[in-house]
């Protein structure tokens, strides 16, 4: 999950990222929501990816 403002690491870098998990196996899920909290958006804005975050629990095994 990224941030539309993240300047430490900006939603740009996204591609590359998911494709290179994707090349070592990994099955990861890319969320990027708006914000202007940039960086530290994952604190005040969680209700925007907690959705995404239930999901993938509620898809594990337990």
């Not at 690491?9 to 899920?29: E, H, Q, Y």
């Amino acid at each position: 999950m990224l941030s539309r403002t993240d300047k430490l690491f900006p939603p740009s870098i996204a591609p590359d990222v998911m494709d290179g998990l994707g090349r070592t196996g990994v099955n990861a899920k890319y969320l990027e929501i708006d914000s202007e909290f940039g960086h530290t958006a994952s604190g005040p804005e969680w209700a925007k990816w907690r959705p995404t975050l239930k999901a993938f629990v509620d898809s594990l095994d337990r």
